[in-house]
């Protein structure tokens, strides 16, 4: 099995030497060897796969599932707040802290633990050091960019030298001058260029079926937020929209998702699921064509809401000021219950079929957002209904990013 591809990333190595690269490739051998044995060290990280199409590798410690821990009795931990609500990227509805969340600061009390291991928190120094003269670019919906602003509030802490700076498509980003590190948000909530659709007069196949209006969803065309991005960044973080997908966004009747497929509709129509799954497909192949080769692609699962007592516009709400218990999450999440917030674990299905054979790397954030319907702006979000969606900027998502950091490290290293 031949080592991960050096990746342009990894900024800390030295670069022309080739008698110490020969060596770190026969390193890398031996460790990935090491690593496929069950004897490891209950602190490695995930390990991504070989690069060549086989599914990942994981390692004994999986991140993604375990506990929050309340961290008071560490102060090395519970000590400093990662940022405050000064950082000024933070979008107003998600700032728990200037709008006086009641549990706004209770809310950053608690670690995640993962079963049998440490995540470790991201070290911003460490972070824009191993990440000189690279760009990093988040691709996806507002949930995707609540991510980005976590990473950018962290980073800025430690470097304040920043210049606005957005590539092509881009929603926003910045360049961290000191270390020639760009992070970039490219806005889009299907990854697929998706706009509205109504029966043309002269007839077609959809409007023989009797379609009169709807979305038309092109499942292999990206859209143009991002189409460029797999040429210019180092690393791409993708995920397509959290509740986008879900059965009860487009009204099947009055709105109904119409899937095309170069250019024309696919017959008989989709249901989202499938249209999801062609999407997701096309998607794919498409960034492992664009991407430059030693590019690193991550794909985060989905982030769960917390809508008790209704949905989002049924005057549901998420008043909780604790983590849910396992049970708890259980009741809301499982799908056999079928709940308001099911969705998630919906997608994720197709998320991980379509994944499993791919060079992606998974960074599953879903079961430890799960219990987090505490860290919502809830009803300080500036809007007419609570936002059960996003997340308390500082909140749960630099624990996404903690991530991030930890599986680029394995990635890189
Ligand atoms: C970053 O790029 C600059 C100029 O291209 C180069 O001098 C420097 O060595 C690079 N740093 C790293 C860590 O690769
Ligand atoms: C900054 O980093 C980019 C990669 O993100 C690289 O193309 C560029 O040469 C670097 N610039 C300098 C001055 O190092
Ligand atoms: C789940 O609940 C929704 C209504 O909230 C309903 O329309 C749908 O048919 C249910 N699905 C299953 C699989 O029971
Ligand atoms: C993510 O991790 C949770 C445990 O927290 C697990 O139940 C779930 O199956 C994982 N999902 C994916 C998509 O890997």
Not at 213 to 237: K, M, N
Not at 289 to 314: C, I, Y
């Amino acid at each position: 099995m031949p080592p991960p591809a050096r990746s342009p990333a990894a900024g800390v190595r030295r670069r022309g030497a080739l008698l110490p690269l020969a060596f770190l490739l026969l390193l890398l051998l031996l460790l990935l060897h090491l690593t496929s044995s069950p004897a490891r060290s209950p602190n490695s990280p995930l390990l991504r796969g070989s690069g060549d199409g086989e599914p990942r590798q994981r390692g004994p410690c999986d991140y993604a599932s375990g506990e929050w821990v309340p961290d008071d009795d560490d102060p090395a931990v519970s000590g400093g707040l990662r940022y405050d609500q000064t950082c000024r990227e933070i979008f107003k509805g998600w700032n728990c802290l200037a709008n006086g969340k009641r549990n706004g600061r209770e809310l950053l009390r608690w670690r995640w633990r993962p079963r049998g291991c440490e995540l470790p928190r991201l070290d911003p120094l460490r972070f824009l050091e191993r990440h000189r003269n690279t760009s990093i670019g988040f691709v996806g919906d507002s949930l995707n960019r609540n991510m980005f602003v976590s990473l950018v509030c962290m980073l800025r802490g430690a470097s304040g030298e920043v210049r606005k700076w957005r590539p092509a498509g881009a929603d926003r980003g910045f360049t961290f001058l000191r270390y020639n590190l760009t992070l970039a948000y490219h806005r889009t909530n299907l990854l697929v260029r998706y706009g509205r659709w109504s029966a043309s007069p002269n007839g077609g196949p959809l409007e023989s079926l009797g379609y009169k209006q709807g979305y038309r969803v092109d499942v292999d065309i990206p859209d143009q937020t991002w189409a460029e991005a797999p040429s210019f960044h180092d690393v791409l973080i993708f995920n397509t929209g959290h509740w986008w997908w879900a059965p009860s966004k487009f009204n099947p009747v009055q709105s109904p998702m119409l899937f095309f497929e170069k250019g024309i509709p696919v017959i008989p129509p989709l249901l989202p699921p499938a249209g999801l799954d062609l999407a997701l497909k096309h998607m794919i192949i498409f960034v492992n064509k664009a991407m430059r080769p030693n590019g690193v692609k991550l794909f985060r699962t989905q982030s769960p809401r917390h809508f008790e007592g209704g949905d989002w516009n049924e005057g549901g709400s998420c008043q909780r000021d604790k983590p849910l218990s396992a049970e708890e999450v259980e009741e809301l999440f499982s799908l056999d219950n079928n709940g308001t917030n099911v969705e998630a674990r919906l997608v994720n299905q197709h998320l991980v079929r379509a994944l499993e054979k791919s060079t992606f790397n998974v960074l599953n954030i879903t079961g430890m957002s799960e219990f987090r319907a505490d860290a919502h702006p809830s009803t300080t979000g500036g809007k007419k209904h609570d936002d059960c969606m996003h997340w308390c900027l500082p909140g749960p998502t630099d624990t996404w990013n903690d991530l991030l950091a930890a599986n680029l490290l394995a990635t890189e290293s």
